[in-house]
T-cell receptor, first 115, second 113 residues
Framework: AQKVTQAQTEISVVEKEDVTLDCVYE???????LFWYKQPPSGELVFLIR??????QNEISGRYSWNFQKSTSSFNFTITASQVVDSAVYFC????????????FGKGITLSVRP | DAGVTQSPTHLIKTRGQHVTLRCSPI?????VSWYQQVLGQGPQFIFQ???????GRGNFPDRFSARQFPNYSSELNVNALLLGDSALYLC????????????FGDGTRLSIL
């Protein structure tokens, strides 16, 4: 069965600090997708990044970067120079391949960025 | 272009009643998925539809049903409502529903009294 664990529940930082959100996943599939979504207080889930299981290259996109390590089943997400607008709940999700696109989400990490 | 739209935004029902939630996907998207998000938890997969056919079903009772229309919009129906059905119901759409990013609506917040 698919499982996503986000051990951190709440993180509080001061503006301009870097923050890393941890994600560990479990799957028996050899190919899969990993996602990070952001949920501001308004409720809408906003897509941030996607990674394929066969591509472990880590990238940077603006203030966002991610570290995908298949050997440890981890997909960590870093925000550089955090801003107050980054305050939200962040979800890591595991996506199946094949006939459907079911996402298995973690419980989320509440990030508070203080001015 | 309009994003995923859901209606209504809020709904209050009593136990035993029936509810219908509606979703319009992003133009051109053929796949629609439904998720239930209980307060403090991550979303849980309920259904996925593609080209009016059910592609996937989560671990929810038969009281939950859905359908997709020729214009790719979708309805989620819940019968015999229980207090535990109180949640934010999210609809997501994507082009083919095969691993590409899903785009979510603002959700319908359902409260059961």
């Amino acid at each position: 069965a698919q499982k996503v664990t986000q051990a951190q529940t709440e993180i509080s930082v001061v503006e301009k600090e870097d923050v890393t959100l941890d994600c560990v996943y479990e799957t028996r599939d050899t190919t899969y997708y990993l996602f990070w979504y952001k949920q501001p207080p308004s409720g809408e889930l906003v897509f941030l990044i996607r990674r394929n299981s066969f591509d472990e290259q880590n990238e940077i996109s603006g203030r966002y970067s991610w570290n995908f390590q298949k050997s440890t089943s981890s997909f960590n997400f870093t925000i550089t120079a955090s801003q107050v607008v980054d305050s939200a709940v962040y979800f890591c999700a595991l996506g199946e391949t094949g006939a459907n696109s079911k996402l298995t989400f973690g419980k989320g990490i509440t990030l508070s960025v203080r001015p | 272009d309009a994003g995923v739209t859901q209606s209504p935004t809020h709904l209050i029902k009593t136990r035993g009643q029936h509810v219908t939630l509606r979703c319009s996907p992003i133009s051109g998207h053929k796949s629609v998925s439904w998720y239930q998000q209980v307060l403090g938890q991550g979303p849980q997969f309920i259904f996925q539809y593609y080209e009016k056919e059910e592609r996937g079903r989560g671990n929810f009772p038969d009281r939950f049903s859905a359908r997709q229309f020729p214009n790719y919009s979708s309805e989620l129906n819940v019968n015999a409502l229980l207090l535990g059905d109180s949640a934010l119901y999210l609809c997501a759409s994507s082009w083919l529903g095969l691993g590409e990013p899903q785009h979510f609506g603002d959700g319908t917040r359902l409260s059961i009294l």
